[in-house]
């Protein structure tokens, strides 16, 4: 499955939520091989995993307070960014064939010819 695009927030004056843990986390894990970070208590990730799983991986810093994840959507992007962060979420963003794998393979009803 290719990486999607994630934005991730958080509440910056909770006391209860791990910063340093949760940047730490950002940084290392597997489950996010490029992230971006020039907004303070805001992430860009892309990961493999879906909003509900990178939501369950994070609960352990947050502890009770409040954060969000949600994908970013090239189409749906705006805002006043330098040039280089552009360019690093449009390199993240990665298009998908409609219908996944099986829109690239023959129609049985149909076959090539050939």
């Known amino acids: 499955m290719a990486n999607r695009l994630y934005a991730i927030a958080f509440n910056w004056i909770a006391k ?6 949760f940047a730490q986390y950002i940084q290392d894990s597997r489950d ?12 860009l990730v892309s990961s493999p995993l ?3 799983e990178i939501a369950n991986k994070l609960r352990i810093f947050a ?17 006043w960014l330098p040039g280089d962060a552009w360019d690093w979420i449009n390199q993240q963003i990665q298009p998908q064939p409609p219908g996944g794998l099986t829109a690239l393979l023959p129609d049985p009803g149909n076959p090539p010819k050939g």
Request: charged letters at 20%; aromatic letters at 24%.
């Open 50 to 52: 879906n909003a509900a």
């Open 16 to 21: 209860d939520f791990d910063f340093m843990s």
């Open 63 to 79: 502890r009770d307070s409040h954060f969000l994840v949600i994908e970013v959507l090239p189409e749906h992007c705006d805002g």
């Open 32 to 43: 996010f091989p490029a992230w971006w970070n020039r907004l303070p208590f805001f992430f």
